[in-house]
């Protein structure tokens, strides 16, 4: 488009949105006066949505909407309140409306729609550094939400989306990382924005990392929100966490040069070396048959490119962690591993295990070919 063509496209579409505005506030009247309430309701949400719209919303909603509150579905309120709740001066004025629009919609018919509310009432408190507040909201809505068979997908993603905000603020990293997770699974990515996405994906990859209870992390491996970081300046990020699942402590040397690049992984960067090496031994001995899984300590230091000296204590974290299932000979420097935690698979790992299938075929075959040329006529095929 030519640059003296602008100001016309854009009064063209100034003028478009004005016309669509005018519209939806005839049907206001129509709907109105014909007591219309499904249909006025999701007129006002079409209206609230427009950008234009946002000067008018705080004071619709006080003198419009309020009059005829208990008309409409309750959830579909509480939504436009959300709505007109941005135009406050600040947080404070923002949580005196919420406390109210919550207090409004708290009865026995409306609980999904007062747990909605409260979403957005933590999420403020929060914002003013009232964690203990925002805690006890969330808590409160969490109650009523486990006392229901089914209720709309929105709520539970509120619910999820703040409850995650707490924990992160917390640094209660596993809390987070799930409550994130949860929060992704009630909504569409697609209604999310590119810098929401990539936003998500670091925080849950960041956590996954730090965390000192999560060894497997799969589920946000297999997440398309993890894609987002692929075209930005955090993709190294993405490579790291693949990097970890595999337990692949050369291409970890690789990448941690850039774990400087943020606080939280610097600060664990002990935590994360033994976090990998970790990941290596569970990686050793998922790659090996169950029959072959006695090994040395030198044969473990060889094959995950762990120090010797290191190996013992490893190998003890493993089997304190739950990884791993097994026993040690200290004496004679060997592991006997007789079980190792699932984890999700990349295609080498899954050649891998195809690979072994076959030698299992293989074997179970040559078996029962002895078997039937030792026995001869005793056997019976």
Not at 307 to 312: K, V
Not at 335 to 345: E, H
Request: proline letters at 2%.
């Amino acid at each position: 488009m030519q640059a003296d063509k602008i100001p016309d496209f854009l009064a063209e579409q100034r003028e478009q949105a004005l016309t669509e505005a005018h519209a939806l506030f005839l049907s206001f009247e129509d709907f109105w006066e014909r007591k219309l309430w499904h249909q006025l309701t999701n007129a006002l949400i079409e209206f609230f949505c427009l950008p234009e719209s946002a000067p008018q919303r705080l004071a619709i909603f006080k003198q419009f909407i309020l009059s005829f509150a208990d008309k409409i579905n309750q959830l579909k309120f509480v939504t436009l309140g959300l709505m007109a709740s941005t135009q406050c001066a600040d947080d404070n004025e923002r949580l005196s409306f919420l406390t109210s629009l919550a207090d409004r919609v708290n009865k026995e018919g409306s609980q999904d729609a007062y747990v909605y509310a409260m979403a957005d009432v933590a999420s403020v408190k929060l914002r003013l550094k009232d964690f203990e507040g925002s805690r006890k909201d969330l808590d409160a809505s969490e109650a009523v939400l486990d006392s229901f068979d089914s209720v709309e997908t929105v709520v539970h993603a509120a619910f999820y989306k703040v409850n995650a905000d707490y924990y992160q603020a917390k640094q209660e990293f596993a809390a987070y990382y799930r409550n994130a997770l949860l929060y992704l699974a009630c909504v569409d990515l697609e209604d999310l924005t590119q810098e929401d996405r990539a936003s998500r994906a670091y925080d849950l990859s960041i956590a996954a990392l730090v965390s000192d209870s999560i060894y497997n992390f799969g589920e946000l491996l297999l997440h398309p929100v993890l894609d987002a970081l692929t075209e930005t300046p955090h993709a190294w990020l993405r490579e790291l966490l693949f990097a970890f699942n595999r337990g692949d402590l050369t291409a970890y040397d690789v990448l941690a040069g850039n774990i400087s690049k943020n606080a939280l992984l610097e600060q664990h960067k002990v935590f994360l070396y033994q976090k990998i090496s970790l990941s290596a031994l569970t990686e050793t001995v998922f790659r090996r048959p169950p029959h072959d899984r006695t090994m040395t300590f030198a044969t473990i230091s060889e094959e995950t490119k762990v120090q010797p000296n290191e190996i013992e204590h490893l190998i003890m974290k493993g089997l304190s962690l739950g990884l791993l299932k097994g026993t040690i000979d200290q004496v004679a420097q060997i592991a006997r591993i007789n079980w190792v935690q699932p984890k999700v698979l990349d295609m080498k790992q899954i050649e891998g295990m195809r690979t072994r299938l076959r030698e299992w075929d293989s074997g179970v075959n040559q078996l029962g070919h002895w078997i039937e040329g030792v026995g001869k006529d005793v056997w019976a095929a």
